[in-house]
């Protein structure tokens, strides 16, 4: 199966800042078929982004992806303070889909 | 407005089972796949399951097969997840989730919490 490793574990920056977070994968993602989730404590994970860099209904146009085969990216312009969660990166192009291990993304 | 909400958790011994439902309202049910994900304490997340949506195919993690079975009513806008022989590592909130296409899960419930313990 596909290993995610997501780079920081944890990410401290402060509202305004830019933040980047990675997600590499053990083996070349099919169709840049990766997703990207946000979680907040003791809520379901949400939808942000599809197919690498497409961003699900209702996601705000600070957040960007990019990335193909086994590097990918999400990127946050301005950080605004719902922002701070967990991220997990997800690929569904090889079944068993897997998930990364998440990044932490913390007020500094 | 799409809603997803799971029911059926709880505390069994190692060995039961448990049966868990999902209803989902706000789209059409029969026109998409139903996944069960699982996230065990402090964990991350980790897909469980499928089941198309004519109820044909189901697909299971190498973890569960054998032991789970999810099935769907479509009369009824519910899926349900038999778990057998439940062990200790399968605690977990367990989340269901539609699946928007191949393995983009776009809604969520909010979970419900197995606990294997005796």
């Known amino acids: 199966e596909i290993v995610l490793t997501q780079s920081p574990g944890i990410l401290s920056l402060s509202p305004g800042e830019r933040a980047t977070l990675s997600c590499r994968a053990s083996q070349s993602v099919s169709g840049s078929y990766l997703a990207w989730y946000q979680q907040k404590p003791g809520q379901a994970p949400r939808l942000l982004m599809f197919?690498?860099?497409g961003r699900a209904t209702g996601i705000p146009d600070r957040f960007s992806g990019s990335g193909s085969g086994t590097d990918f990216t999400l990127t946050i312009s301005r950080l605004e303070p719902e922002d701070f969660a967990v991220y997990y990166c997800?690929?569904?192009?090889?079944?068993?889909?897997?998930f990364g291990q998440g990044t932490k993304l913390e007020i500094k | 407005e799409v809603q997803v909400l799971e029911s059926g958790g709880g505390l069994v011994q190692p060995g039961g089972s448990l049966r868990l439902s999902c209803a989902a309202s706000?789209?059409?049910?029969?026109?998409?796949?139903m996944s069960w994900v699982r996230q065990a304490p402090g964990k991350g997340l980790q897909w469980v399951s499928t089941?198309?949506?004519?109820?044909?195919?189901?697909y299971y993690a190498d973890s569960v097969k054998g032991r789970f079975t999810l099935s769907r009513d479509n009369s009824k806008n519910t899926i349900y997840l038999q778990m057998n022989s439940l062990r200790a590592e399968d605690t977990a909130v367990y989340y269901c989730?539609?699946?928007?296409?191949?393995?983009?899960?776009?809604?969520w419930g909010q979970g419900t919490l197995v606990t294997v313990s005796s």
């Open positions: 089941v198309s949506g004519s109820a044909v195919s189901a």
């Open positions: 989730a539609k699946v928007r296409v191949l393995g983009i899960y776009d809604y």
């Open positions: 997800q690929q569904y192009g090889t079944s068993p889909y897997t």
């Open positions: 706000g789209f059409t049910f029969s026109s998409y796949a």
């Open positions: 197919g690498a860099s």
